[in-house]
T-cell receptor, first 113, second 115 residues
Framework: DGGITQSPKYLFRKEGQNVTLSCEQNLNHDAMYWYRQDPGQGLRLIYYSQIVNDFQKGDIAEGYSVSREKKESFPLTVTSAQKNPTAFYLC????????????FGPGTRLTVL | AQSVTQLDSHVSVSEGTPVLLRCNYSSSYSPSLFWYVQHPNKGLQLLLKYTSAATLVKGINGFEAEFKKSETSFHLTKPSAHMSDAAEYFCVVMHGSSNTGKLIFGQGTTLQVKP
């Protein structure tokens, strides 16, 4: 089955630790995205990548980093510089074309203790 | 600048009655508009999308939306609510001239369906 996988589903970390969230897609999509969702709010864009080895900051990139070494993978690292990292993180991908919808993974809920 | 406003943060209907979730958008260009649904602790699923073709768009699970340029609206409707429709719904706009595919999300509307 084609789709987007995110792992793990739940993640707990101590304050001050870096943590990496996994996102893999087998849809052969060029573009991939990371969003953050907080309770009662819509999604906010953290980083996006339109092609391998290239990525751009979204609206709330501070305290996060990404890499795009392979087309199917777009891991997100939440660094200790992120002041409020507890949130639900969603990864998405889309094919080329500005009017194509994004397909979303199931999400990772990160809790920093 | 483009933006999207969902006019109700919470909507409650009885099973079998119509659903109306309201969305207004702001865009300087011809927008692409989407409705996504999110069940608790899940990812988002596309319900339907408008990309400058027919103004009445039919989606999955009996939902549809009408693009009204004069009112800058893209309201989501369903004739008869089902218990499984209870979820969070997001109205989303993509800038028509954007070459990045970036989406702008509304704040979301929680749909409650009562038996």
């Amino acid at each position: 089955d084609g789709g987007i996988t995110q792992s793990p589903k739940y993640l707990f970390r101590k304050e001050g630790q870096n943590v990496t969230l996994s996102c893999e897609q087998n849809l052969n999509h060029d573009a991939m995205y990371w969003y953050r969702q907080d309770p009662g709010q819509g999604l906010r864009l953290i980083y996006y990548s339109q092609i391998v080895n290239d990525f751009q900051k979204g609206d709330i990139a501070e305290g996060y980093s990404v890499s795009r070494e392979k087309k199917e993978s777009f891991p997100l690292t939440v660094t200790s510089a992120q002041k409020n990292p507890t949130a639900f993180y969603l990864c998405a991908s889309s094919s080329r074309g500005t009017r194509n919808e994004q397909f979303f993974g199931p999400g990772t809920r990160l809790t920093v203790l | 600048a483009q933006s999207v406003t969902q006019l109700d943060s919470h909507v409650s209907v009885s099973e079998g009655t119509p659903v109306l979730l309201r969305c207004n958008y702001s865009s300087s260009y011809s927008p692409s508009l989407f409705w996504y649904v999110q069940h608790p602790n899940k990812g988002l699923q596309l319900l339907l999308k408008y990309t400058s073709a027919a103004t009445l768009v039919k989606g999955i699970n009996g939902f549809e939306a009408e693009f009204k340029k004069s009112e800058t609206s893209f309201h989501l409707t369903k004739p008869s609510a089902h218990m499984s429709d209870a979820a969070e719904y997001f109205c989303v706009v993509m800038h028509g001239s954007s070459n990045t595919g970036k989406l702008i999300f509304g704040q979301g509307t929680t749909l409650q369906v009562k038996p």
